[in-house]
């Protein structure tokens, strides 16, 4: 904790003390993690123009995406014990410079290579810095609190994804790629000397030894989870594909072995053991169902909409963005109706409407009114607010402090790791059964048999989606407030 508020006993979270002004430290955490965020779709719309511009293939521009998910799959794991080695200062001013310099590689990038390569170093402060402010805000404010602050978070993370396709595509038109990495700049410049200024150290530096076993399994284990499915849809044999397959199973026996090691140690890099906590398991699965459900439609309404439906790619973003922005506006409102009523109450009804969300898009059609896929994805958008947020707020409430920084790298950990997965199960699903319905048709080649295979594809999706909401509804049924083992003489309310 910083050495000017080691009053731990009078202040159990820094937001109770007056001397502690709060405000400077969320809006340092806040701007960089928006500007980082933002950065991870920015380049979504631009991947067609860099194939252009640099003569490459889409497979290879395809590392744009896969590359920063695999380094954020790597490398947030290592995060608890980076958490518990720095201070806060360190932690945030480090990881936004280091994003910074990757952020001035990709704008002065003579070739891809370079450009790949500053990528993948913004990942690396991408990766980080969002565990940073879980953990800081978990220690700053109270339970009763947290709901609104996680909210907030949610503001942030949704909202920033939300403008970049509509963003990116106005600046590459008017402006080229150069200017996607040229106007986050200044911004992340002024969040590190924000940060320099304002930001102050909250938490314990325990300075656990690191265990380069347990940084080798986590590293084959999480990143070849996330190769493998990554390159699941590139293959015709998808999931059968030997590079597919080894990848994947390399990557499930390093994480069996990575998770005995952290049962054995005494200063663990992750610590397993936040499982033992069932609201924070219930939380955990949730959270899963709900990136699956969310990634996955991002892929397959696209496609949906510009095959059968025959839209445009502008007019299939603008039909999403309705969705996405509600997403991210009802963030805070969702955060405060949990300190006020609890999990249940939001988390219980909006899995039902998942659930009945999921259902309905696997009744698409050729000729489904383009206002029923925005009705339908808004009711998507709207229920992943009302359940992820406030999951993941329930599940770490009922964590001893000691955890926090196990808690939310797991949770930020398996973010592109259900995205990965997510995607290519729900698109390989997709392929198989629009390929096995052009077996069947007498004249497979034609546009009408393409769209009808296609959309026998996205219903099939949606029914599998429909029925992992239901688990997800199953589940939410369990769930109860939660509150902190250390806080609460080890109940749970």
């Not at 955490?29 to 003569?55: Q, R, Y």
């Amino acid at each position: 904790m910083d050495s000017n508020h080691t009053g731990e006993e009078e202040y159990e979270f820094l937001s109770e003390d007056p001397n502690f002004n709060v405000k400077p430290v969320m809006f340092s955490l806040i701007i960089g993690a928006f500007f980082a965020i933002l950065n991870e779709t920015l380049l979504n719309i631009a991947l067609t123009t860099l194939m252009d511009e640099f003569s490459i293939t889409a497979p290879i521009v395809q590392w744009m995406v896969t590359g920063f998910m695999l380094v954020m799959g790597i490398l947030i794991p290592v995060s608890a014990l980076m958490l518990q080695t720095f201070t806060t200062r360190q932690m945030f001013i480090g990881t936004m410079t280091v994003f910074t310099i990757g952020t001035v590689i990709c704008a002065m990038a003579p070739n891809f290579g370079v450009l790949l390569t500053g990528r993948l170093i913004q990942a690396i402060g991408t990766g980080l810095l969002i565990p940073i402010i879980f953990n800081t805000f978990l220690l700053i404010f109270p339970p009763k609190r947290r709901g609104s602050i996680m909210g907030l978070i949610g503001l942030v993370i949704m909202f920033a994804p939300a403008i970049g396709p509509t963003l990116s595509g106005f600046i590459v038109e008017h402006l080229g790629w150069r200017f996607l990495f040229i106007t986050v700049l200044p911004f992340a410049v002024f969040s590190i000397l924000f940060g320099y200024k304002y930001l102050r150290n909250v938490g314990e530096i325990t300075n656990p030894k690191p265990d380069i076993l347990s940084i080798l399994l986590s590293t084959v284990g999480f990143g070849g989870v996330v190769l493998g499915f990554s390159f699941a849809g590139e293959g015709e044999a998808g999931f059968l594909e030997p590079k597919v397959f080894s990848f994947i199973l390399a990557g499930i026996i390093s994480l069996i072995f990575f998770t005995f090691r952290q049962l054995k140690l005494e200063d663990p890099l992750l610590d397993v053991r936040v499982f033992k906590y069932p609201m924070f398991s219930i939380a955990l699965v949730m959270f899963l169902i709900v990136m699956m459900s969310m990634f996955s439609s991002e892929i397959i309404l696209p496609m949906y909409m510009q095959g059968p439906l025959a839209l445009s790619a502008a007019t299939a973003g603008l039909i999403l963005l309705p969705g996405a922005l509600l997403n991210g506006l009802m963030s805070p409102v969702m955060g405060k109706l949990f300190d006020k009523f609890g999990p249940r109450k939001l988390i219980i009804p909006a899995a039902a409407v998942l659930t009945a969300t999921m259902f309905s898009l696997s009744l698409v059609s050729e000729n489904t009114p383009i206002y029923l896929i925005i009705i339908s994805y808004m009711f998507l958008m709207l229920s992943v607010s009302a359940i992820m947020m406030p999951a993941q707020t329930n599940g770490l409430n009922q964590l001893p402090k000691r955890l926090y920084p196990h808690g939310t790298a797991i949770m930020n950990t398996l973010q592109p790791v259900s995205g990965a997965i997510g995607v290519s199960v729900f698109i390989s699903i997709m392929t198989n059964r629009k390929d096995t319905e052009l077996q069947n048709m007498s004249n497979p080649t034609s546009e009408s048999a393409i769209a009808q295979a296609t959309v026998s594809g996205v219903e099939l999706v949606y029914f599998v989606a429909f029925t992992v909401a239901l688990v997800g509804f199953i589940l939410s049924l369990f769930i109860k407030r939660a509150q902190p083992m250390d806080l609460a003489d080890n109940t749970t309310s």
